[in-house]
């Protein structure tokens, strides 16, 4: 959500890629930089460009050398990620749009080994580590 009374430049992700991101990036489309022009299409993808978006607005928002922090702490690291050709969800989109990978898989957790919500630290004394936690034995 946004700050009260402070409201988005863009009012989605898919505006912004469009309309502020993709016009930002001057990279060739090589096998060192993938990128999908159907982005919407890849869960990571997604995820990645709309906390990037989330973050790009919220620095606009406060104010400051809000671009630099952006640009170095958000921007260059997710889409160093995104647009890698070997390890990136773009890597298989070389000239066309491919889902060529699978999301990773996820077992349900037997009831016996299901977590447990953490106390507060304050609380640590009174609550000793979990079984799984413990390290005297």
């Known amino acids: 959500t946004w700050p009260p009374g402070k409201s988005p430049v863009y009012p989605d992700v898919a505006l912004w890629v469009d309309r502020w991101l993709c016009p930002h990036m001057e990279r060739e489309i090589t096998r060192t930089v993938e990128w999908c022009p159907m982005w919407w299409d890849h869960p990571e993808a997604r995820e990645r460009l709309e906390a990037l978006w989330e973050a790009w607005e919220l620095g606009r928002m406060g104010g400051g050398a809000w671009k630099s922090t952006w640009w170095v ?21 070389h000239s066309k ?8 898989r996820s077992e349900a957790i037997p009831t016996e080994r299901a977590f447990r919500r953490r106390p507060p630290a304050s609380d640590a004394a009174a ?6 936690e413990r390290r005297d034995g």
Not at 97 to 104: E, G, L, N, S
Not at 127 to 132: C, G, I, Y
């Open 73 to 93: 702490a958000h921007a260059d690291r997710h889409l160093v990620r995104l647009c890698h050709p070997d390890t990136g969800p773009f890597g298989h989109c």
């Open 97 to 104: 749009h491919r889902r060529d990978t699978k999301a990773w």
């Open 127 to 132: 609550n000793p580590p979990l079984k799984e």
